[in-house]
């Protein structure tokens, strides 16, 4: 194995006063100084090399040495090795090499010439790789080879002693002062003991160290290191120094100290024990280099990574920002959903362009106004994800029918508006609704399901100059719900009796809300008699409202708004209790348990989970006979059948209440209704009546109904009957109980009184 060398040069030898006599004491005293030389050293082994017939041979090695049977031999000298590294001694190349057992494990290795003799090596080897020794090791291993110098020429002038070799050792003796007094790091050498508190005390110390420290040799002598801390000398690396010296190793360390006039400065420490010729250690030598400006460059490197680290940090975090107020900007502009542009964003624009039609003076631009038609029986069905998916669809087929100049946005749940600029009329519009229309006829596919989507749009131009975005948005809007009272799956363009009349419907609501709080509701009471006879079979309860202002409101009018607004069932709920306790009445007062009374319930009403309760309750409270009792609904409640729906029919029936089936013939597939649900009266529309007498296809259908009720052990009645030749037909056909004006109006309590009163008779 080949190991580049790093050659150490003793300029001097010190004069160690041993006897070296006997062969044995010459070799103790080896054995002690590669002993201390590998302790100082921190190597694994050390070993002293003398040149013998041009090789070296080793004359002593440490006792604990890890590579004992280490051979080291020169490289090159007869020129048939040629060194892969050349290592200066004296100025000339060397290589050295090992073999041997254990040669290959040396991995690190430092030699130093012992000066006076002929090629001498004092060699420290360590199996572990190293950068090399620190100053202090250098400084000791030097001295030591000094020792060697010294003991070599004492066993070469051991018979022939003259004064010439005495003065040579102090020759090297005062070279080697020199090297420490103009050494440019600072050394101290110290007393062994004590090695705990407070310290060996300071017996040398070069000029280096007062230069660094501002002590003189005078000042420091006798003194011990520990002159040199302060407050900032760490705590952790004092505990190392005086872990190193009770266990009498080298130790190395960087260390804040302090100079005599009380400013700190940094020092790379480096210490190791010196023993004497029997092993005794006996000093402390201690080398201090000055790296004050070294930790100042590493404190302003470290501050400048930190800045940078800082800086770095500073600009993630403004590009963080910049990306959050980029999302931020676009989410208060875009619907999350469809990507299109948000209400927000529509208003902003449309404020925008109706400016700029009062600075024109011209009206160029219109709103299309549009909401899904049955979006909500999607979400019912098929969940939201299919909601979802199908207006993403409405999106992009609504892009398409777009002008590149026209603004298209989500304004909330499944209603979407388009400003159309650059249009002087309503052609442009239209065009673009009727696009639109024709783009949503397509399916869409959910799934498994097809769903054809269709839109109810309304259109308003821009009108006289001043009008606000707002008011346009409400006239569309007002528009939209005219296509979508209209069917759906068509336009309307606004005009100004739409908004009069959207005026008075949201009057009418604030009237219907506040009549039901302030009683303003009431009952009359129409016969139902046959036409043989004319006797009352039974009433009819009919809800009528007197507005203290407008006056008589028709039912057509505020029961559709009733049912709009939810106040329907709490109307429903005042009806059952007033006509039931009406009933009561007439019946205690007549002596007539079996009179019966028919009283509308709207479908909201009647699919409340709480009817049938409320029901059983109304009966037990006013002791009514449930038969004499019958709830009249309208085909619209089939509409959408359901479990519900025929459960509360079958708890009626079963309680004994009776069902009858209203406005007959106007609905849907009437006839599976009376199959499918347990009907007790039908009541023939009055848009059948009308005809009876004069279309012969409408006596057909009646007399029809009239059979089936027959057959199917139903009562029929006539609705609407207000002429003779309208009883007299009706009659012929076999109809056993007419309704209408040509026997009785809807009556007051106390007009129906008297009618009961007089006979029970209603006479045309």
Same mark, same amino acid.
């Given at each position: ?7 150490l ?12 006599g ?28 003398a040149?013998?017939?041009g090789e070296?041979?080793?004359?002593a *090695? ?6 004992p ?6 490289m090159?000298?007869?020129?048939s ?12 190349? +060397?290589?050295?090499g ?8 040396v ?7 012992i000066?006076g003799?002929?090629? !001498? %090596?004092?060699i420290?080897?360590?199996t572990?790789p190293?950068?090399? =020794? ?8 030097r001295?030591?080879?000094?020792? =060697? ?6 066993i070469? =002038? ?8 005495g003065k040579?050792?102090?020759?090297r ?25 407070p ?11 007062t ?6 040799a005078?000042?420091v002598?006798? =003194?011990t290191?520990?002159v040199?801390?302060?407050p ?9 120094l ?12 960087? +260390?804040?100290?302090?100079?005599r006039?009380?400013?700190? &400065?940094w020092v790379?420490?480096?210490?190791v024990?010196v ?7 006996? @000093?402390?030598?201690? $080398?201090?280099?000055?790296?004050t400006?070294?930790?100042? !460059? ?15 940090a500073l600009?993630g ?8 107020e980029a ?6 502009? @875009? ?5 299109l542009r948000n209400?927000?964003? &529509?208003?902003e ?5 109706l ?11 219109s709103?299309?106004f549009l ?5 909500k029986?999607?979400n019912?069905s ?30 909330g ?7 159309i ?5 309503l052609?442009?519009p239209?065009?673009i ?8 006829r397509?399916?869409?596919?959910l799934?498994r399901?097809s ?7 309304? $259109?308003?131009?821009?009108g ?16 939209m719900y ?16 739409? @908004?009069d ?13 506040q009549?039901?709080e302030?009683?303003?509701?009431h009952?009359?009471?129409q016969?139902?008699v ?7 079979q ?17 039912p057509?009018d ?5 049912e709009?607004i ?12 007033e006509?039931?306790?009406q009933?009561?009445q007439?019946q ?9 009374l028919?009283?509308n319930?709207?479908a909201?009403? &009647?699919?409340?989970r ?10 037990d409270e ?5 038969q004499t ?9 089939f %509409? ?7 459960g ?20 849907y597939s009437s ?5 499918r ?17 004069s279309?012969?296809?409408?006596r ?5 109904? *009239? ?18 030749a309208?009883?007299?037909?009706l ?6 109980a007419i309704q209408?004006? @040509? &026997? ?6 106390e ?11 209603? !006479?045309p």
């Amino acid at each position: 194995m080949h190991i580049e060398l790093p050659v150490l040069r003793a300029d001097d030898a010190i004069d160690p006063a041993y006897d070296v006599g006997s062969q044995s004491a010459r070799l103790g005293v080896f054995e002690a100084i590669v002993e201390q030389a590998a302790r100082a050293t921190a190597c694994s082994t050390a070993m002293i090399c003398a040149m013998r017939d041009g090789e070296l041979v080793p004359l002593a *090695v440490n006792r604990t040495a890890a590579l004992p049977t280490v051979i080291p031999y020169r490289m090159g000298a007869d020129g048939s090795v040629v060194p892969d590294v050349a290592i200066c001694v004296d100025g000339s190349p +060397i290589a050295l090499g090992f073999r041997g057992e254990g040669g290959d494990d040396v991995r690190f290795a430092a030699a130093a010439p012992i000066g006076g003799t002929d090629g !001498a %090596l004092l060699i420290v080897l360590d199996t572990q790789p190293r950068a090399g =020794l620190s100053a202090a090791q250098t400084y000791v291993l030097r001295s030591h080879t000094a020792h =060697l110098a010294t003991l070599f020429d004492l066993i070469f =002038l051991q018979d022939r002693v003259d004064n010439r070799a005495g003065k040579a050792s102090l020759e090297r003796l005062r070279l080697l002062e020199s090297v420490a007094v103009h050494a440019r790091d600072s050394i101290v050498i110290t007393e062994a003991q004590p090695v705990d508190l407070p310290g060996p005390c300071i017996i040398y110390c070069n000029a280096a160290f007062t230069r660094t420290t501002g002590y003189t040799a005078e000042e420091v002598i006798g =003194l011990t290191p520990r002159v040199l801390q302060g407050p900032k000398t760490d705590p952790k690396s004092r505990a190392l120094l005086r872990r190193a010296l009770e266990t009498w190793q080298p130790i190395e360390i960087e +260390i804040i100290n302090y100079r005599r006039d009380g400013s700190e &400065f940094w020092v790379e420490l480096s210490i190791v024990p010196v023993a004497n010729e029997r092993g005794w250690f006996t @000093h402390w030598v201690s $080398v201090q280099r000055d790296i004050t400006e070294r930790k100042a !460059a590493q404190e302003l490197s470290a501050r400048v990574r930190v800045a940078e680290l800082e800086n770095q940090a500073l600009a993630g975090e403004i590009l963080e920002r910049k990306r959050i107020e980029a999302e931020l900007l676009y989410t208060a502009f @875009h619907d999350n959903l469809t990507r299109l542009r948000n209400r927000a964003f &529509f208003m902003e624009r449309l404020s925008k362009a109706l400016d700029r039609e009062r600075l024109q003076g011209a009206t160029t631009c219109s709103v299309l106004f549009l909401d899904l038609d049955r979006f909500k029986v999607v979400n019912d069905s098929l969940g939201h994800l299919a909601g979802d998916a199908l207006m993403k669809e409405v999106a992009q087929r609504l892009r398409r029918c777009v002008r590149p100049q026209d603004t298209l946005a989500r304004i909330g749940g499944d209603e979407f508006a388009i400003l159309i600029e650059d249009a002087a009329d309503l052609n442009t519009p239209v065009r673009i609704a009727e696009a639109i229309i024709e783009a949503l006829r397509a399916p869409v596919q959910l799934g498994r399901q097809s769903v054809f989507p269709s839109a109810s749009i309304g $259109v308003v131009p821009a009108g006289e100059p001043g009008v606000v975005p707002d008011d346009l948005m409400r006239d569309a809007d007002i528009a939209m719900y005219q296509a979508k009272r209209a069917g759906g799956g068509d336009y309307a363009i606004f005009d100004a009796t739409m @908004h009069d009349d959207a005026v008075s419907q949201l009057t009418l609501q604030t009237d219907l809300r506040q009549a039901v709080e302030r009683g303003e509701f009431h009952l009359a009471y129409q016969p139902i008699v046959d036409p043989a006879s004319g006797a009352i079979q039974s009433f009819e309860a009919l809800l009528r409202w007197t507005h203290p202002v407008r006056g008589p409101i028709s039912p057509a009018d505020f029961v559709p708004v009733a049912e709009e607004i939810g106040l329907i069932r709490q109307i429903d709920r005042w009806v059952m209790h007033e006509a039931c306790a009406q009933l009561a009445q007439w019946q205690r007062r007549f002596d007539d348990p079996a009179l019966r009374l028919s009283i509308n319930v709207s479908a909201a009403g &009647f699919v409340d989970r709480d009817f049938v309760t409320a029901l059983s309750d109304v009966l037990d409270e006013f002791g009514l006979r449930p038969q004499t009792l019958e709830l009249e609904i309208t085909e619209g409640i089939f %509409l959408h059948p359901s479990a519900e729906i025929a459960g509360a029919i079958g708890a009626v029936r079963d309680m004994g209440v009776r069902i009858a089936l209203d406005d007959f013939g106007t609905g849907y597939s009437s006839l599976s209704y009376i199959n499918r649900y347990p009907i007790d009266t039908i009541k023939i529309d009055k848009s059948f009546i009308d005809g009876v007498g004069s279309n012969r296809e409408t006596r057909a259908i009646v007399e029809l109904i *009239v059979k089936l009720g027959a057959t199917l052990d139903l009562n029929i009645i006539a609705e609407g009957v207000e002429t003779q030749a309208q009883t007299d037909i009706l009659m012929q056909i076999g109809c056993r109980a007419i309704q209408g004006y @040509h &026997f009785a109006k809807p009556l007051t309590p106390e007009d129906a009184t008297r009618v009961l009163a007089a006979g029970g008779a209603a !006479a045309p």
